[in-house]
């Protein structure tokens, strides 16, 4: 079965790259590890969209295991879409809005 195309949104997109960045400042090993977690998430998500609960409404929500983000996506009909590379202390649903 093809998998359907992940694509970020912009907004989406901009926290990682501000993660990524926070993490670079600090270790690039951490970085490295993070860029790492991110892109194998995006791939584990793109074999199974529906694997994973609804978090909010019908999105839906990857935790990564060594870092405080999760990945909030929608499945949509030909792609996936990550609305959010949400750390964990930020206000839950603040992407929902997110189009």
Known sequence: MAHKPLRL???AEQE???ALAWYRERSPTAA?????AVKQAGRTIQRAPQRWPFYFGDF?????????FSLIYREMIAEVV???????SRR????KDRK
């Open 16 to 18: 990682y790259l501000a």
């Open 9 to 11: 949104h912009p907004e």
């Open 82 to 88: 990550v609305f959010a590379v949400a750390h964990g």
């Open 60 to 68: 839906r929500r990857y935790a990564l295991h060594q870092f405080p």
């Open 32 to 36: 490295k590890q993070f860029q790492n």
């Open 92 to 95: 839950p649903g603040y992407w």
